[in-house]
């Protein structure tokens, strides 16, 4: 975690990224493309996500979330930043001279080899078949449906943990304490992915979360009766309501969104655990 010297206002108590682990380079061109940014956008143009827009400008680095080229050995070149997600990515280069860029675990270092295959040996960013890792393993990138590709565990520090296998199947504790099964011929990348000190960056300053493609949110108090169900009185006044409402009408605390046929329901085996404050 990075300190800064209080010479502004803003800057007090600012946190940020350490990137000295990085590799100092461009990135790789052939992976990077332009792509137009929705800014909270739906396909018809209408806002589906408040308070997006502005940022600065960033082209989307291609990373492999499948496993594109089985039983070939990769060698880790770089190590990078990507303003897309939170996690690092490594840039990884193949014997045929091809690159690509995969999320970078913790402990990988540049020089590493890195392999996807059926069956491989436990070290950090290789990917292998859930069924053939030990109970107790750290795994990130999790395919739900073999063959798909990494849908699930990418965010900074994450990682789910494999409880038992049984059968076809193998338990997981996912980040959320969430315990549900899946295929265990489905596959994941090996380790807990990197630059866990993200959940503690303190932005300082609101011009950082601008910079970010964050815009300010208003309160639902301060607005008129017929834009948010909290608004409207004279002067300041108490919402009106015995709880809380989202814009939309819809309970803001505590209202289960899930819903109760959802297929994918007899997969879960305990639901996450409440935070405690």
């Known amino acids: 975690m990075k300190h800064y010297r209080p010479l502004t206002p803003g800057q007090r108590g600012m946190t940020g990224i350490d990137y000295s682990v990085l590799t100092k380079k461009e990135p790789e061109k052939t992976l990077t493309v332009s792509l137009q940014r929705r800014v909270g956008r739906a396909s018809n143009g209408r806002v589906t996500v408040r308070h997006r827009g502005g940022g600065v400008k960033?082209?989307?680095?291609?990373?492999?979330?499948?496993?594109?080229?089985?039983?070939?050995?990769?060698?880790?070149?770089?190590?990078?930043?990507?303003?897309?997600?939170?996690?690092?990515?490594?840039?990884?280069?193949?014997?045929?001279?091809?690159?690509?860029?995969?999320?970078?675990?913790?402990d990988l270092k540049v020089g590493d080899e890195v392999i996807c295959s059926e069956k491989t040996v436990l070290a950090p960013g290789n990917r292998t078949k859930i069924k053939h890792l030990p109970v107790g393993t750290m795994i990130h990138n999790i395919e739900f449906v073999s063959g798909r590709g990494g849908i699930a565990v990418k965010g900074a520090g994450t990682a789910a943990q494999i409880l038992s296998q049984d059968g076809d199947y193998a338990?997981?504790?996912?980040?959320?304490?969430?315990?549900?099964?899946?295929?265990?011929?489905c596959f994941a990348s090996i380790g807990v992915i990197s630059n866990p000190e993200h959940r503690f960056v303190n932005l300082g300053k609101a011009g950082r979360a601008r910079l970010m493609g964050r815009r300010p949110g208003v309160r639902g108090t301060a607005m008129n009766p017929c834009d948010h169900p909290h608004g409207g009185g004279e002067g300041r006044q108490p919402i009106g309501l015995k709880h809380p409402k989202t814009p939309w009408g819809k309970a803001a605390l505590g209202l289960k969104t899930r819903h109760r046929k959802n297929q994918s329901n007899k997969f879960i085996i305990q639901r996450r655990q409440k935070k405690t404050k």
């Open 58 to 106: 960033r082209m989307f680095r291609i990373v492999e979330f499948g496993q594109a080229r089985l039983d070939v050995v990769g060698k880790v070149i770089a190590l990078e930043y990507d303003p897309n997600r939170t996690s690092f990515i490594a840039l990884i280069r193949y014997p045929d001279n091809t690159k690509s860029y995969i999320l970078a675990p913790q």
């Open 171 to 185: 338990q997981l504790k996912m980040p959320s304490t969430e315990i549900r099964k899946i295929k265990n011929d």
